[in-house]
């Protein structure tokens, strides 16, 4: 007698544009390094290492200010760029 009612959760997150499959709490979408625009992208103020995607090549000196989707130097200070693994 119950069933209908999965199917009556399912159709309204579908008619909200809900997922019917659960998310996993605190998790962000893997960050690729096309979401970093080709000629590179400064931070400022300068973020966390971890916060860069991987395969980007960055600024590290603790903190990153600048990231790239290729290797090079910073234009900000000169220093080589390391591959974030």
Do not use: F, N
Request: with cysteine; net charge negative; charged share 20%.
């Amino acid at each position: 007698m119950l069933r209908w009612i999965p199917t009556l959760t399912v159709l309204a997150l579908v008619a909200c544009g809900g997922s019917s499959t659960p998310e996993t709490p605190g998790a962000e979408p893997a960050a690729s390094t096309s979401a970093l625009p080709a000629e590179g992208k400064r931070y400022d103020p300068a973020i966390d290492p971890s916060e860069v995607p991987s395969g980007a090549w960055m600024c590290d000196m603790g903190t990153v200010h600048y990231a790239a989707p290729h290797a090079g130097e910073c234009p900000v200070c000169g220093m080589k760029l390391t591959e974030k693994k």
